[in-house]
């Protein structure tokens, strides 16, 4: 039993933080969490709802951890509202990565679940992605729910350039095109 | 002169030098220019802004240049800021400085605002520390002259994919909150924002850590979402789900964060959708957004993009069904999407006819009505947050439109409202359930009769789970006479489809007490009895409200402990 003003409430559950459950619907890919015997987890603070989303819940597994040139195997797993009628897939690679085949459908374990598998390898680039896109088509005309499937062996290059102040601040430089428009005398030159 | 690059001196300078026959470094005015103790550097920040249309996503080809507006820029040498400012509505700054002088200019991704209206609201790589982006520009010499130079941020999109850096990004973000922070001064001039860290990153993704959860330090965040004390995070991952330029994304999830700022927010959370018959909290957390989004971005079709080039788009409009097949299949109290077509249609100034029905929206409030009501009323009821106490309130302070505001709510399937607690409401849920048809019950303290509510799984979605739907969290409401201890009881009662285990939170106001032991390994379905839940908060005198719950009701299918559906509670409350 805790009473505190709700502020206080919220750093009191800094720790559930880290179990907040923006993902009820969407597992990634990690392997599952093992069963936890009778211990009972309970969430008592809120979690982050999200942004809307279409009415489809996408999630994947790896069959191994990413190793650059070594095949693994991507299982993606969909279920969606019974109106947007059977789901499709579409991937893509970006950073780097090999789609050795095209996704097969297999048999889900549950009513509703759609399942693929993707043959997948990283590449040279250490920050491999595969995108995926579920689409199901419904009275309201197509709807589609993306996912990316990290495919990491190590840093990703940044775009822009890490600097640090001289007071210590962090600051994440990006480059600006610049021109100089015009150039004219200050007045006390004239 | 010596840094002669002008447009408009070359012609001038060389008829004076031949004047004066020469002298070399010298200026006009028939003798050596001096040197001025001081120039100006000024120009305007920029970046580009690339619209998000609904049906199409992000549609590049009419990408154009914006003012980045209200932005701090800095002016430099080396690394040292020798002077700072702000950009203006029209993304203009400008400084005095010496002459001749090796500087360069840096734009922070920040607006910061002191005195009476404040703000700080910032833009974060999170995979980076939270370094503050920033754009900047390179070395030159103030020399002897005054100076314009604009800076851009471009988008860093080459036509057929993002082949550069992504400058605009993080002011584009800014951009969306400039507007929002103008439709709060617009109610409330004088507002003082707490501080929000905005992080972004092109490799926040659509996906979790490992553990299932956001994970802002990898970029594996799952989605756009706000959190309290944490701030806004943003997806960034190119061609799956970017939102830097989804305007209503981050227009929505800046809602949530003036929701929890400015007025209060008892919504648990968890995933949702549009069709969803919610916890009533939930529906009206993310209904507000979804209104607020319109209110801010001027446009009642919330749109999305995401997928391969960002050329596909989500949306809805929050007036109601873009088409008949479309229509809300479950209007009502604990519907967001009726909740977000009511505020939108208190506020708007068009007229429509409420999610197909024959009533017309003849109001428009405007936004500083709904914000006098969420910064006021809706922050201190003793109700919890949902559309009744917002009517409620709504209606006291234009007592003039209350007739035109109970139709846009009547005709979302919702009973005219008759309190803050929603006593007269009549409709609950479809299916209906015998086991719920009220939206709190009435506990008296010392009863020996107690009140029996059942926590349900009835609502649940095939695919946003069980977590936060209608029915699954049961509410009742009591008021404490006088202060000190009270206890509270919840013990379940037969029959039971497996050893229940219930769970309660207190809340009076924003104060939370939460109760949420496990049952007793003498609790099973011959034993109901065992099954309970007890504590003993001391309370203050006043109104406060219990929520009752069977805790694996409000579990997804998947998890460890499923939901196991209908379980009823005999609720009491004593004071010795």
Same mark, same amino acid.
């Given at each position: 039993?805790?009473?505190?003003?709700r502020?206080?409430?919220?750093?009191?559950?800094?720790?559930?933080?880290?179990?907040?459950?923006?993902?009820?619907a969407?597992?990634?890919?990690?392997?599952?969490?093992?069963?936890?015997?009778?211990?009972r987890v309970?969430?008592?603070?809120?979690?982050?709802?999200?942004?809307?989303?279409p009415?489809?819940?996408?999630?994947?597994?790896?069959?191994?951890?990413?190793?650059?040139?070594?095949?693994?195997?991507?299982?993606?797993?969909?279920?969606?509202?019974?109106?947007l009628?059977?789901?499709?897939?579409?991937?893509?690679?970006a950073?780097?990565?090999?789609?050795?085949?095209?996704?097969?459908?297999?048999?889900?374990?549950?009513?509703g679940?759609?399942?693929?598998?993707?043959?997948?390898?990283?590449?040279?680039?250490?920050?491999?992605?595969l995108?995926?896109?579920?689409?199901?088509?419904?009275?309201?005309?197509?709807?589609?729910r993306?996912?990316?499937?990290?495919?990491?062996?190590?840093a990703?290059?940044?775009?822009?350039?890490?600097?640090?102040?001289?007071?210590?601040?962090?600051?994440?430089?990006?480059?600006?095109?610049?021109?100089?428009?015009?150039?004219?005398?200050?007045?006390?030159?004239? | 002169?010596?840094?002669?690059?002008?447009?408009?001196?070359?012609?001038?300078v060389?008829?004076?030098?031949?004047?004066c026959?020469?002298?070399?470094?010298?200026?006009?005015?028939?003798?050596?220019?001096?040197?001025?103790?001081?120039?100006?550097?000024?120009?305007?920040?920029?970046f580009?802004?690339?619209?998000?249309?609904?049906?199409?996503?992000?549609?590049?080809?009419?990408?154009?240049?914006?003012p +980045?507006?209200?932005? $701090?820029?800095?002016? *430099?040498?080396?690394? @040292?800021?020798? %002077?700072?400012? &702000?950009? =203006?509505? #029209?993304?203009v700054?400008?400084?005095?400085?010496?002459?001749?002088?090796?500087?360069?200019?840096?734009?922070?991704?920040?607006?910061?605002?002191?005195? +009476?209206?404040?703000? $700080?609201?910032?833009? *974060?790589?999170?995979? @980076?520390g939270? %370094?503050?982006? &920033?754009? =900047?520009? #390179?070395?030159?010499?103030?020399?002897?002259?005054?100076?314009?130079?604009?800076?851009?941020?471009?988008?860093?999109?080459?036509?057929?994919?993002?082949?550069?850096?992504?400058?605009a990004?993080?002011?584009?973000?800014?951009?969306?909150?400039?507007?929002?922070?103008?439709?709060v001064?617009?109610?409330?001039?004088?507002?003082?924002?707490?501080?929000?860290?905005?992080?972004?990153?092109?490799?926040?993704?659509?996906?979790?850590?490992?553990?299932?959860?956001?994970?802002?330090?990898?970029?594996?965040?799952?989605?756009?979402?706000?959190?309290?004390?944490?701030?806004?995070?943003?997806?960034?991952?190119?061609?799956?789900?970017?939102?830097?330029?989804?305007?209503?994304?981050?227009?929505?999830?800046w809602?949530?964060?003036?929701e929890?700022?400015?007025?209060?927010?008892?919504?648990?959370?968890?995933?949702?959708?549009?069709?969803?018959?919610?916890?009533?909290?939930?529906?009206?957390?993310e209904g507000w957004?979804?209104?607020?989004?319109?209110?801010?971005t001027?446009?009642?079709?919330?749109?999305?993009?995401?997928?391969?080039s960002?050329?596909?788009?989500?949306?809805?409009?929050?007036?109601?069904?873009?088409?008949?097949?479309?229509?809300?299949?479950?209007?009502?109290?604990?519907?967001?999407?009726?909740?977000?077509e009511?505020?939108?249609?208190?506020?708007?100034?068009?007229?429509?006819?409420?999610?197909n029905?024959?009533?017309?929206?003849?109001?428009?409030?405007g936004?500083?009505?709904?914000?006098?009501?969420?910064?006021?009323?809706?922050?201190?009821?003793?109700?919890?947050?949902?559309?009744?106490?917002?009517?409620?309130?709504?209606?006291?302070?234009?007592?003039?439109?209350?007739?035109l505001i109970?139709?846009?709510?009547?005709a979302q399937?919702?009973?005219p409202?008759?309190?803050?607690?929603?006593?007269?409401?009549?409709?609950?849920g479809n299916p209906?359930?015998?086991d719920l048809?009220?939206?709190?019950?009435?506990?008296?303290?010392n009863?020996?009769?107690p009140?029996?509510?059942?926590?349900?799984?009835?609502?649940r979605?095939?695919?946003?789970?069980?977590t936060?739907?209608?029915?699954?969290?049961?509410?009742?409401?009591?008021?404490?006479?006088?202060?000190?201890?009270?206890?509270?009881?919840?013990?379940?009662?037969?029959?039971?489809?497996?050893?229940?285990?219930?769970?309660?939170?207190?809340?009076?106001?924003?104060?939370?007490?939460?109760?949420?032991?496990a049952p007793?390994?003498?609790?099973?379905?011959?034993?109901?009895?065992?099954?309970?839940e007890?504590?003993?908060p001391?309370?203050?005198?006043?109104d406060?409200?219990?929520?009752?719950?069977?805790?694996?009701?409000t579990?997804?299918?998947?998890?460890?402990y499923?939901p196991?559906?209908?379980?009823?509670?005999?609720?009491?409350?004593t004071?010795?």
């Amino acid at each position: 039993v805790r009473r505190a003003r709700r502020t206080l409430c919220w750093c009191a559950l800094a720790a559930f933080v880290a179990a907040a459950r923006v993902g009820d619907a969407e597992p990634n890919g990690a392997p599952a969490a093992p069963a936890s015997g009778s211990v009972r987890v309970k969430l008592a603070a809120r979690s982050s709802p999200g942004k809307p989303q279409p009415p489809i819940a996408a999630a994947y597994r790896l069959s191994a951890v990413p190793a650059i040139g070594m095949p693994l195997r991507v299982s993606v797993t969909a279920r969606a509202d019974a109106s947007l009628g059977d789901l499709s897939i579409e991937v893509s690679t970006a950073d780097g990565a090999s789609v050795s085949s095209p996704p097969v459908a297999v048999a889900g374990t549950k009513q509703g679940e759609y399942v693929w598998e993707i043959d997948v390898a990283p590449l040279s680039s250490p920050a491999g992605r595969l995108n995926v896109l579920v689409t199901g088509n419904g009275p309201a005309g197509p709807q589609a729910r993306s996912l990316s499937v990290l495919l990491r062996t190590g840093a990703r290059a940044e775009a822009a350039e890490l600097r640090v102040a001289p007071n210590g601040e962090r600051l994440m430089a990006l480059p600006a095109k610049e021109s100089v428009v015009e150039r004219s005398a200050p007045e006390d030159a004239r | 002169v010596t840094n002669l690059t002008t447009n408009r001196w070359p012609l001038l300078v060389a008829s004076l030098l031949a004047g004066c026959g020469g002298g070399g470094g010298g200026g006009g005015g028939g003798g050596p220019q001096p040197v001025p103790t001081t120039v100006t550097v000024s120009g305007t920040v920029t970046f580009d802004s690339v619209p998000s249309v609904a049906g199409i996503g992000l549609d590049y080809a009419n990408t154009q240049p914006k003012p +980045a507006r209200g932005v $701090t820029v800095e002016l *430099l040498e080396g690394a @040292n800021v020798l %002077a700072s400012t &702000t950009t =203006d509505a #029209a993304g203009v700054y400008s400084f005095t400085t010496t002459p001749n002088r090796a500087v360069s200019l840096r734009v922070r991704a920040e607006m910061i605002r002191v005195g +009476a209206p404040s703000w $700080t609201f910032t833009v *974060l790589d999170n995979v @980076n520390g939270d %370094a503050l982006y &920033t754009l =900047d520009g #390179a070395v030159f010499d103030t020399g002897t002259a005054d100076s314009t130079r604009a800076l851009r941020a471009e988008s860093g999109w080459n036509g057929s994919s993002y082949a550069g850096a992504r400058s605009a990004a993080p002011f584009a973000i800014l951009d969306t909150v400039y507007d929002g922070v103008q439709l709060v001064l617009s109610a409330s001039p004088a507002a003082i924002f707490p501080p929000l860290q905005l992080h972004w990153s092109t490799s926040n993704v659509p996906s979790f850590g490992s553990n299932a959860i956001p994970d802002p330090d990898t970029g594996e965040i799952g989605n756009s979402f706000f959190r309290p004390g944490s701030g806004i995070f943003l997806l960034g991952a190119a061609d799956s789900d970017t939102d830097e330029y989804d305007r209503h994304v981050i227009a929505h999830e800046w809602g949530h964060y003036l929701e929890e700022v400015f007025s209060r927010s008892d919504s648990i959370g968890g995933p949702h959708t549009r069709h969803d018959q919610l916890d009533f909290r939930v529906a009206f957390g993310e209904g507000w957004g979804n209104a607020f989004s319109a209110m801010l971005t001027g446009q009642s079709v919330y749109r999305d993009s995401f997928g391969p080039s960002q050329s596909g788009s989500f949306g809805f409009d929050v007036e109601g069904p873009l088409s008949a097949a479309q229509g809300n299949q479950n209007p009502g109290w604990y519907s967001e999407e009726s909740i977000q077509e009511i505020i939108y249609d208190l506020f708007d100034s068009g007229v429509d006819l409420i999610r197909n029905s024959l009533v017309a929206d003849n109001v428009a409030l405007g936004f500083a009505p709904l914000y006098t009501v969420m910064t006021g009323d809706q922050r201190t009821t003793s109700a919890l947050t949902s559309v009744f106490p917002f009517v409620v309130a709504l209606r006291a302070q234009r007592p003039a439109d209350a007739p035109l505001i109970d139709e846009v709510v009547n005709a979302q399937n919702i009973t005219p409202v008759a309190d803050i607690y929603g006593t007269t409401e009549a409709h609950f849920g479809n299916p209906s359930s015998s086991d719920l048809q009220s939206v709190y019950d009435l506990l008296s303290v010392n009863d020996p009769t107690p009140v029996r509510v059942c926590s349900l799984d009835d609502y649940r979605s095939t695919f946003t789970g069980s977590t936060n739907k209608l029915g699954s969290r049961r509410f009742l409401r009591f008021t404490a006479a006088s202060a000190g201890m009270y206890t509270l009881t919840a013990r379940a009662v037969a029959p039971l489809n497996a050893a229940a285990d219930p769970d309660m939170i207190l809340r009076r106001a924003d104060e939370v007490t939460i109760s949420n032991g496990a049952p007793s390994s003498t609790c099973s379905t011959g034993t109901p009895e065992e099954c309970v839940e007890s504590f003993s908060p001391t309370l203050a005198p006043g109104d406060h409200v219990l929520e009752v719950y069977e805790w694996t009701n409000t579990n997804t299918a998947t998890e460890e402990y499923p939901p196991i559906g209908r379980t009823c509670f005999d609720v009491t409350v004593t004071q010795p």
